[in-house]
């Protein structure tokens, strides 16, 4: 498995929109789904939603869909999350991973913060 590595995240205000990218670092992804995952102080990571990297469909938990959108660059090597409409509870350190059909998510990122001011 490749590195993974986060970036693009920030401040943004509440209403507004911010795109954070994970990139294969020195590499390219080579399993099947890669996934976006958050955590806030004092709770447990939550998963945010997932993509398969040869296909479609998307995937989303509930308090993000239609807010959030997942996309992937495959000439880049990238998968990028969207995030809008974004509201004070999205504040977290969001983090991607990879995993292969029927596995755990295993390689995981070192994580890119995330700050909804309102």
């Known amino acids: 498995q490749v590195p993974l590595v986060e970036s693009g995240g920030g401040l943004v205000q509440a209403g507004g929109s911010l795109r954070i990218s994970c990139a294969a670092s020195?590499?390219?992804?080579?399993?099947?789904?890669v996934g976006w995952f958050r955590q806030a102080p004092g709770r447990e990571r939550e998963f945010v939603g997932e993509i398969r990297w040869r296909d479609t469909p998307t995937v989303y938990t509930v308090s993000v869909k239609d807010r959030f959108t997942i996309s992937r660059d495959n000439a880049k090597n990238t998968v990028h999350l969207q995030l809008s409409d974004v509201i004070p509870e999205d504040t977290a350190t969001y983090y991607c991973?990879?995993?292969?059909?029927?596995?755990?998510?295993?390689?995981w990122g070192q994580g890119t913060q995330v700050t909804v001011s309102s």
């Open positions: 020195g590499g390219t992804f080579s399993t099947n789904f």
């Open positions: 991973a990879t995993r292969t059909t029927g596995n755990l998510y295993r390689t």
